[in-house]
């Protein structure tokens, strides 16, 4: 069984805070806040002031995705507004300031996963997996909702498992882009145990159905 992390990118935002309670009450597991900059990806979505409001509209975790550079300066911030989960990216800045923003985001009591853009190996992960508490595959170019899988990251998906149950085995893997219905069984089938969706969860016609299928608890 694996858990959905809907993403509010593709929310309503004028309704959040109905959307985020629709997504609790569909049984989803997490909610996905996807925060960019500009800069380390061509588009701005949502900050801190957003995540501080949401935070006392749900009980589920909040799994926050940040697609911004040099994430060490804003870590604190986020985890005082509310993340439960941190996702920093490890192409947005140098490794020894990417280690350092893992234990950072460690010692302020938040999970810390570090995440990989499509053209990012496997192996490049190697130096940060014992600080993780997960990982998290980009299976589309980070920046937009709605764009295609790329099938082609499940190898990447199956090999960072390998090494990571040799190394931290209860480190989660968690896949982020282009997620519905039908991609959905081969992410799981590779080894991923959080799965992101946007725009399929919010356009199904019964978002309940498409929770537990994308948890797998339907076939
Ligand atoms: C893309 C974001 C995703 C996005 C996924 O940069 O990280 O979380 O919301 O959207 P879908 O599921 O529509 O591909
Ligand atoms: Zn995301």
Request: proline share 6%.
């Amino acid at each position: 069984m694996a858990r959905i992390s809907p993403s509010i990118l593709s929310a309503d935002f004028a309704n959040l805070e109905r959307d985020i309670h629709d997504i609790e009450k569909n049984g989803a597991d997490w909610v996905h806040v996807d925060v960019m900059d500009g800069l380390f990806v061509p588009n701005i979505s949502i900050g801190i002031p957003v995540v501080q409001a949401i935070r006392p509209v749900t009980r589920l975790p909040l799994d926050v995705h940040l697609m911004i550079d040099r994430p060490i300066r804003y870590v604190e911030a986020f985890i005082k507004a509310g993340a439960d989960w941190l996702t920093i990216h490890i192409e947005a800045d140098q490794p020894a300031n990417n280690l350092a923003c893992l234990e950072k985001i460690r010692q302020l009591g938040c999970k810390a996963a570090i995440s990989l853009k499509p053209g990012t190996p496997a192996e490049a992960a190697i130096p940060y997996l014992s600080l993780c508490d997960m990982v998290l595959v980009m299976t589309v170019e980070p920046g937009f909702g709605g764009q295609k899988f790329m099938a082609d990251m499940m190898p990447k998906v199956s090999a960072l498992r390998r090494m990571l149950d040799a190394v931290n085995p209860g480190c989660l893997i968690e896949v982020d882009g282009g997620v519905d219905a039908a991609t959905c069984a081969l992410c799981r089938e590779s080894g991923a145990e959080v799965l992101v969706a946007g725009s399929a969860y919010f356009k199904a016609a019964d978002r309940a159905a498409f929770v537990k299928c994308v948890q797998g608890k339907t076939p």
